[in-house]
């Protein structure tokens, strides 16, 4: 035998290869077009969640720099920055100082009164559109939204007076007119309002903060540093290296990550998610290549026996099988880029709704669509690994095939069969025996097929497990809900909702009910037995407590007396508290002599008592008012009416609303809220948005309308994602069996000859056929209700279920609900197969075998 040396011959015979298969050719390349059309529509989706997810923290935080340092004294500001100047990693960096929060009445929002230079000012994306920033003592650059709540034009030069609380703790403020050399569009939906104050100014006027007072919460007079990096390469590696260099070795302090480029954080995106994804991608494009490529050799491999007979060897066989796949692959895997893009480009927007999901209207997720080079790249050499390791089996078979065996499989073991006229095998059993023969190309077919239906009773799981109430529950405790809360304490408005507002919102007639909530800080003289109850508590929870918050419980026991977070409620609101033991009646509370009393679920397992009922409660009002009240039952706020800003010594009493005005003077509530009558949710929310807002459009209004429409845009996502990989997934399993079944056939194509020869009726045959059909399908649901029971919920729950309100309930109707389709596929298919080789007849069927 010669060997055949020759590049140009190979390169020939897989050329002739290619054109013997063109039916092969044009589903291989839609398997591997389909194969990189997942892998890229994948990465762009997951790309795209995550650059949106950064684009809106960084709006949303006001930090757009690498890494940020916060809260520094002095001495800690000047080592890092001089690291920082010596640092070959950073390429620019920027400087600023918290000199307090504005305070004025007319603030709805948070304001915060600082220094920072162009970079850290640009950071906070909050550079001045008109003017620039202040460089003399009397100049301010500042947000439009300040302006407006103060009533002042936003033009240079205009005069602007401006109050800011110089320490929180000694309740110092400075009050300061300034010239207006800078003004940008503020954004409601952002953390704070900034005020740009000269570095001149601020170091002349910001508070001396010493190290103990920052560590203890005090950060006014702190400075502060934004860095960039010159590339985004190992970005806690550099700010490790610079906080230690610094001379920062206590966690938390010193130069940190900016949580937006935190890519794979556990409440961000999922990197266990992404690696499911992408082996569950390489599985479904191997099953479909795998059997286009396995089909195509056993077709051809007489012609691979004859070339090894004529001196190719088992090495350049399998060249000429990895040449063909390449050559498929050059042809389908750019198209699958192409149309992958796209994919991911019209699923983006979907694909990033939040988890997070808002109850107010205007905070909406930005969309970046990336089409980072990287992205194809990846997915062209995923692509090529699926392929690569598709073709192993059949680069082996004609690696190791000799012309004997070629030409044996070629004819095809079940051509020599004896067929015996008088079988006692029917036509089930010779189905059942044809399939047990050829299990492993079964088995194929069948996982392929089961692949779609786990994926179909996986999406449906995981929609049916996201649970609407759960949420509602936690983050909004009626249809609508008022008030002029901010995020910080300093500029929080506690009388949002005035007697006005009220008054508006006590009119609305597809009102079902209205509640109000109202708040003030009372201080009361602890009983023995409450100074008791909190020395357990802070016993339990000192490990847990800052230096600020231990340092708050010495001087809560020092003088005896608790901080009481004292609210009144109307009757809507009473009937929301969460109760522990039982629940007293409104008739009887509203008397004004009784009090409700909350309970701690904080520091212990078990709920601990602050005060038991019957028992009575002395309340002394900061007015000077005195009065005891009944103790008539435990019960806590729901989460969105309670107080919203962290706590730690302090008991939260309840009276009606009625008795609170009475006592405390204050008529304006610090939560309103609304249930609409049934259907009327829509003509509620118009009312607001016409008469409430129409009076002040600095109330927060949150609303289950949009909450609701958040929810269904964060669950659509997995029903496009679902739909998508469905189709594809479906495809890929009936392509399989359909290629399987025609492969099949053909191959019989002498033995159903033979059959009709010794008496089987083609009813008979194509009752057989079918039957093995209806066995590889039935295999697949058996596979997949296995994969779903076993494996399904342990997987959504770790990767696509982990937010709070996901219930996963297992299922599996879905698999069952496609059995119809199943059967209609295992019956047409080989029927059709079977009347289309039919059409030629016996004598001809054998003597082309």
């Known amino acids: 035998m010669v060997k055949v040396e020759n590049k140009e011959t190979l390169r020939l015979l897989t050329k002739r290869f290619m054109k013997m298969n063109r039916a092969r050719n044009i589903i291989a390349v839609i398997a591997i077009m389909l194969t990189s059309l997942l892998f890229t529509s994948l990465f762009v989706g997951s790309v795209s969640m995550i650059l949106s997810k950064r684009a809106t923290e960084i709006k949303q935080f006001m930090d757009s720099s690498h890494a940020i340092a916060q809260n520094l004294s002095e001495e800690d500001a000047e080592r890092l920055q001089k690291t920082i100047e010596q640092s070959d990693e950073v390429e620019r960096y920027g400087t600023g100082i918290f000199l307090g929060a504005g305070r004025d009445k007319h603030f709805g929002f948070s304001v915060e009164v600082r220094y920072a230079d162009k970079n850290m000012a640009e ?178 491999i007489r012609a691979y026996g004859l070339l090894k007979n004529v001196g190719t060897t088992g090495k350049q066989l399998k060249k000429i099988v990895r040449m063909q796949a390449w050559k498929l692959s050059a042809v389908g895997i750019p198209i699958g880029l192409i149309f992958g893009y796209l994919a991911g480009f019209c699923m983006s927007p979907a694909l990033t709704a939040d988890a997070q999901i808002s109850a107010q209207a205007g905070q909406t997720t930005q969309t970046v669509v990336s089409a980072n080079p990287l992205i194809f790249f990846a997915a062209a050499l995923l692509t090529l690994l699926t392929v690569y390791l598709s073709s192993l089996q059949a680069c082996k078979m004609v690696e190791r095939v000799s012309p004997v065996e070629a030409l044996h499989l070629a004819e095809g073991e079940q051509s020599h069969r004896k067929i015996k006229k008088n079988t006692s095998v029917t036509w089930w059993g010779m189905a059942v025996q044809n399939v047990l023969r050829n299990w492993k190309k079964g088995l194929i077919v069948m996982l392929s097929i089961a692949l779609s239906m786990v994926v179909v009773n996986c999406i449906v799981m995981l929609v049916q497990g996201y649970d609407f109430e759960s949420y509602q529950n936690i983050f909004l405790a009626s249809d609508f809900q008022l008030d002029q809360m901010t995020d910080t304490l300093s500029n929080t408005n506690f009388n949002g909702i005035t007697p006005e507002i009220k008054e508006i919102l006590n009119k609305c007639p597809e009102s079902e009910k209205t509640g109000y909530v109202y708040y003030s800080e009372e201080r009361h003289k602890m009983e023995p037995a409450l100074l008791k109850t909190w020395e357990t508590l802070a016993e339990k929870n000192k490990e847990n407590w800052t230096d600020y918050e231990k340092q708050i419980w010495e001087e809560t026991k020092a003088d005896n007396t608790v901080k009481v977070h004292f609210l009144g409620i109307s009757e809507a609101v009473f009937d929301m508290l969460e109760w522990k033991g039982e629940k007293c009646s409104w008739d009887t509370f509203k008397s004004g002599d009784y009090v409700i009393v909350d309970y701690s679920d904080k520091y212990t397992e078990q709920p601990v008592s602050y005060y038991q009922s019957g028992e009575t409660f002395k309340m002394e009002y900061g007015n000077g008012k005195q009065k005891d009240y009944g103790v008539i039952g435990e019960a806590m706020m729901p989460y969105s009416l309670d107080y919203p800003y962290a706590d730690s010594v302090y008991i939260t009493v309840m009276v009606p609303e009625e008795e609170y005005i009475t006592q405390t003077e204050n008529q304006s509530a610090m939560y309103a809220t609304i249930d609409a009558k049934k259907g009327e949710d829509k003509q509620v929310k118009e009312y607001i948005d016409k008469n409430v807002l129409k009076e002040n459009d600095m109330i927060n209004v949150f609303s289950v309308l949009d909450m609701k429409a958040s929810f269904r845009r964060f669950v659509s996502k997995y029903y496009m994602i679902g739909s998508f990989l469905v189709v594809i997934l479906a495809f890929i399993g009936i392509m399989n069996f359909f290629n399987t079944t025609a492969t099949s056939v053909i191959s019989r194509k002498k033995e159903l000859a033979l059959l009709e020869i010794v008496g089987m009726t083609k009813k008979q045959i194509e009752k057989m056929l079918v039957a093995e059909g209806f066995l590889y399908l039935g295999g697949a649901f058996m596979i997949a209700v296995l994969l779903v029971v076993v494996g399904a919920k342990q997987i959504l729950i770790n990767t696509l279920g982990t937010a709070f309100f996901f219930r996963l309930h297992l299922t599996i109707v879905p698999c069952v609900l496609m059995i119809p389709i199943l059967v209609g596929i295992a019956y047409v298919i080989p029927k059709y197969q079977f009347e289309k080789m039919s059409r030629e007849s016996v004598v001809e069927r054998i003597r082309k075998e």
Request: proline share 3%; charged share 20%; hydrophobic share 40%.
């Open 123 to 300: 950071s906070f994306n909050c550079l001045p559109t008109t003017g620039r920033l202040p460089e003399k003592e009397n100049e301010v650059a500042v947000s439009s939204l300040v302006l407006k709540a103060l009533g002042v034009t936003p033009k240079i030069g205009e005069e602007v007076t401006l109050t800011w609380e110089v320490n929180p703790m000694l309740k110092q403020y400075k009050t300061d007119t300034f010239q207006i050399c800078g003004f940008w569009q503020g954004d409601k939906a952002v953390l704070g309002q900034m005020v740009w104050v000269s570095e001149a100014y601020a170091k002349e006027n910001c508070y001396p903060v010493t190290q103990k007072e920052l560590e203890n919460g005090i950060y006014n007079g702190g400075k502060e540093y934004s860095v960039w990096y010159k590339n985004l390469w190992n970005l806690e590696k550099k700010t490790e290296n610079i906080s230690k260099t610094a001379g920062f070795t206590k966690a938390g302090t010193g130069l940190e990550i900016n949580p937006a480029y935190n890519l794979f954080e556990e409440d961000s995106f999922s990197f266990t998610s992404l690696i499911v994804m992408v082996l569950f991608v390489i599985l479904a494009g191997y099953l479909i290549i795998y059997n286009i490529f396995n089909i195509s050799v056993k077709t051809d």
